[in-house]
């Protein structure tokens, strides 16, 4: 496979901010790279606040606090510890054939620190909870079973706060959730924990309740007015198949969208503008974390019900498929015309085993 042109510089990119209030991130993407990209920590949040948000009275300040969960490994001298099979990430892309479900480290970070210890107030506060892995899954709960109130998703606030008491979170999901500390006693600490982890991957973090102060009041009963996609809008229904084969690079059968590995210049959608479709994602082999790029959905269906999760509200643009998973979604096509692209958040699938394909907006 040939590597893209690489070159040095800076290049300046000026995008209209016309969104509501939203917990967003960015990354790297280079083409068939981006895992070790993002890996060696070339991503972070991109925030957005409105007057509509400022007006709920949601913990604030220093009590609106991002938590970019990642797992990593490293080396004796410290070094990232990422099995690319260039080292110098140039040609061939990918990872070491033993790797190719995806890469899993054994040391949690926040926030580029390993198992930190956040001091907080005997408060409410506000979390913005991004699963920066590359293809490690969480299950979240806190000590004592202390709820979260999710107040939004992927793509900005919920209608209605939502209680968990744990949070499944696939690669690239965000939740905006608040933890009501008022009952911790100053000087106790709660953990943050990971059900699905083991041997140093099932700790998160630590909260340490230090100082007394005011709280900021009860969250709002109503938060948004969402608009709810309709079926009697949709113009056109579609079907994509994440799985492993049908194409091969290097010996290995690769990760593929209906059977096909990315190409740049095949179209796979043609959506128009302004219209509202129906896709149904299906996953055949593993868990998949399907993420689509400038086409805001909603989740209407999953595993062939027509129930949805109490963790898929909301507007989104990424959900958690399980194993042999399918999800149905609402896709509205706004903003502008041109080719986009969606995929698997798995990285190690996305790149080298090319689980990605283009849609362009017509």
Known sequence: MASG???????????????????????????????????????????????????????????????????????????????????????PPGVEAEYMSGVLGDCILVNGAPWPVLEISNTKSRFRILNASNARRYRLNLDGGMPFVQIGSDLGLLEAPVEHGTLDIAQAERFDVVVDFSEVAIGEEVTLRNQHGTDGTDVIMRFKVTR??????????????????????????????????????????????????FDPDTILADPQLGTVERWR??????????????????????????????FNHGWKDTVSMDTGG?????????????????????????????????????
């Open 5 to 91: 042109d690489t070159s040095d510089g800076e290049r300046e990119y000026i995008y209209e901010m016309n969104q509501p209030a939203a917990t967003l991130w960015y990354h790297d993407h280079r083409m068939d790279f981006t895992g070790p990209q993002v890996y060696r920590g070339l991503a972070g949040f991109h925030l957005i606040h409105d007057h509509a948000e400022d007006a709920l009275g949601l913990p604030s300040g220093d009590r609106d606090i991002p938590l970019m969960i990642m797992d990593r490994a490293f080396a004796a001298d410290g070094s990232f510890l990422y099995p690319s099979v260039d080292p110098d990430l140039v040609d």
């Open 212 to 261: 007394q102060e005011e709280d900021s009041g009860p969250i709002p009963d109503r938060l948004a007015e969402l608009e709810t996609l309709s079926e009697d809008d949709v113009v056109a229904e579609r079907e994509f198949v994440f799985a492993r084969g049908g194409a091969q690079a290097h010996g290995m059968a690769l990760w593929t969208v209906n059977n096909q590995a």
């Open 281 to 310: 994602i299906r996953g055949l082999d593993v868990e998949h974390p399907f993420h689509i790029r400038m086409a805001p959905f909603q989740v209407i269906g999953q595993d062939r019900q027509q129930s949805v999760s109490s």
């Open 326 to 362: 399918q999800v149905d979604l609402l896709v509205r096509f706004d903003g502008y015309r041109g080719k986009y692209v969606f995929h698997c958040h798995n990285l190690e699938h996305e790149d080298m085993m090319m689980m990605m394909a283009n849609f362009e907006v017509v």
